[in-house]
């Protein structure tokens, strides 16, 4: 299926949450401050309604997203307001994708775990917390997994700043 | 190892009655759980990962891969320097798979540059990460060896693998980390006679591997340490997300090549030369170790296939594309997902139309690949989880990034 196929079941089985639809478009000649966008589409999801979201996603026997390919999180810059969660989600049986894309505040950056509706989220979402300082609601194992417990700060935020030392390790 | 180790004799509880009218006394001994490291620096553990695991007796009663000891901030460096600066970084997180891990970064960027790729080039690309995959199916098919105890197939494995890495050094100079396929393109035309090895190698090959399927997979001792160990059933397999030979190798029938296909895989398999070896379970449950290894095995046979196709059919012509020295990328966002010889590596990269990257993603299909040892490992023998780790097949390099 292709992605106005998904999004229009999406819409028919009523799945939860859905804020609105995003996809390439071309330059606006007239406009310079405009520069178009190109690359993949995604549906915008309420973050809250997440984990219901997926699960339909996943149940459904016509769209029946059976895998959680990579769930990450992205800071897309100082000047935003916001992080985003991706998803990205893979069907095996009709061989077709879909990326989810939800908003949540920095400052108060937190995300229901999805790791109930696919275990395969548990890892990435431990990663995601780690390197963004999101708190994952009712998560079942929220420890660091690639920095060392004790790493203060997040390092993949735009407004990170590097440490000096760490442990005696001058880092300069 | 200073863990106390207690073991009480308790009272003799049960008893049963013999045919012969004697009693049986059972005594139970009970040994408290040990924890046990294995790792960093355990060879079995392919690299600087440790897995604390929690064992009684000889039973493996928990396993909790710890990863890190080799992070290198790949994602934050891609949000540091230019599009193309980057792409000798995507060499180093799955060492062993470099053309392919060039091949997903560069596939991800050319998404959002839209841009076209000459025929030659995506031509040399796929015989490039076939033969990269032949290369990194043969260390984990001869590590996995060493893993069981099997010192020879090692040996034999790394003669052919010697004369890939020959091939890829004569073409770009380079014998690990290649970055040879670029942006746009490839770096640089086959020196003269190149496709000729290529092709001797491709028959070498062939006959080798029919020593190693005979030699390896169909040894008794070999199945009889893989067989019905660290079984994987399909629902677990797509619950964890698991892709490539692991997802093959439980049964379920999906490769990116053929399914979603990306450069001119979809010619490939019109021309009949893509077959994508999938498990059955013949020789103990399906989605064990041995299906795993078996899945490797025949995909390095594919990929012949799939490279002599490549070498019929090649034609001159350019190689690369123009592109500006300092690329600016439009304003975007991009997931592109392509067949690793591990699973699926993904790349999603965010642009804002500048130099530089505002995200640079990637979807490591060894760190997809391990949470399921939490799962598999419990209650397996302590000496079948060094089968289990191996057949997993894990990069460390991939899984910290």
Redesign the interface.
């Known amino acids: 299926m292709d992605f106005t196929g998904i999004c229009d079941r999406l819409k028919a089985i009523g799945a939860p949450g859905i804020l609105g639809v995003d996809e ?1 478009r071309e330059k606006n000649p007239e406009d310079k401050k405009d ?6 589409s ?1 549906v915008l999801v309420d973050p809250e309604e997440l984990e219901g979201f997926l699960r339909f996603c996943r149940d459904d026997t016509e769209l029946q997203f ?5 769930l ?1 999180a ?4 100082n000047d935003d307001e916001e992080l985003w969660l ?1 998803y ?1 989600l ?1 069907s ?1 049986a009709h ?1 077709h ?1 879909l ?1 989810v894309k939800a908003k949540i505040s920095k400052e108060n950056s937190n995300a229901p775990s999805v790791a109930d509706v ?3 989220a ?3 979402e431990r990663e995601a917390a780690e ?1 963004f300082g999101i708190t994952y609601r009712n998560h079942p194992d929220p420890r ?5 417990d004790d790493w203060i700060g997040y ?2 935020r735009k407004d990170y700043e590097y440490p000096k030392e760490y442990r005696g390790i001058s880092c300069e | 190892m200073d863990q106390e180790r207690t073991a009480t004799v308790t009272e003799p509880k049960e008893s049963a009655v013999l045919p012969d009218g004697s009693k049986e006394f059972v005594v139970d001994v009970h040994t408290e759980d040990m924890e046990l490291n294995m790792g960093p620096q355990h060879p079995a553990t392919h690299g600087v990962m440790r897995i604390l695991l929690r064992v009684d007796g000889e039973l493996v009663t928990g396993a909790q891969p710890h990863l890190g000891y080799l992070h290198r901030c790949a994602e934050k460096i891609g949000e540091n320097v230019e599009w193309l600066q980057y792409l000798p970084y995507t060499d180093r997180y799955d060492y062993l798979a470099a053309m392919n891990n060039n091949l997903g970064y560069s596939m991800a960027v050319e998404k959002l540059l839209g841009i076209e790729i000459p025929r030659r080039a995506e031509m040399l690309r796929i015989i490039c990460a076939e033969l990269n995959r032949i290369g990194s199916h043969l260390i984990a098919f001869g590590t996995y060896g060493l893993d069981l105890g099997a010192f020879t197939p090692f040996l034999y494995t790394f003669r052919e693998r010697e004369w890939m890495m020959s091939l890829f050094e004569k073409i770009c100079g380079a014998r690990l980390t290649y970055s040879y396929i670029r942006i746009g393109g490839v770096f640089n035309d086959t020196p003269p006679g190149w496709l000729g090895e290529v092709s001797r190698f491709c028959d070498t090959f062939l006959v080798k591997w029919q020593e190693y399927y005979d030699l390896v997979v169909e040894n008794q001792i070999f199945i009889g340490r893989t067989a019905d160990v660290g079984v994987i059933p399909r629902e677990m397999a797509m619950d964890f997300g698991l892709t490539g030979p692991m997802l093959r190798g439980s049964g379920i029938d999906f490769d990116l090549r053929r399914d979603m296909p990306y450069s001119l895989y979809g010619e490939v398999d019109k021309a009949g030369a893509l077959n994508i070896p999938v498990a059955r379970g013949e020789k103990g449950s399906l989605g064990d170790c041995w299906d795993r290894v078996w899945v490797r095995t025949m995909e390095m046979k594919e990929s012949i296939e799939i490279v002599r196709w490549c070498l019929d059919n090649i034609e001159a012509g350019p190689v690369i594309g123009e592109l500006p020295k300092t690329l600016r990328v439009p304003a975007g966002e991009a997931y592109v997902g392509i067949e690793n010889p591990r699973g699926e590596l993904g790349h999603y990269v965010v642009s804002d139309g500048g130099k530089v990257a505002v995200r640079c993603r990637v979807r490591g299909p060894s760190f997809c690949n391990l949470p399921v040892l939490e799962e598999i490992m419990l209650g397996t023998l302590l000496a079948d989880s060094v089968a289990i780790i191996g057949s997993t097949d894990v990069v460390v390099g991939e899984t910290d990034r």
Do not use: S
Not at chain 1, 74 to 77: E, K
Not at chain 1, 144 to 148: E, G, S, T
């Open positions: 390439p520069l178009g966008r190109a690359g993949d995604f059976e895998l959680l390919c990579d990450t992205t800071d897309p810059g991706n990205n893979l095996i061989k994708r990326a696919y275990r395969a548990q890892w990435h390197m660091h997994i690639l920095l060392p390092p993949l």
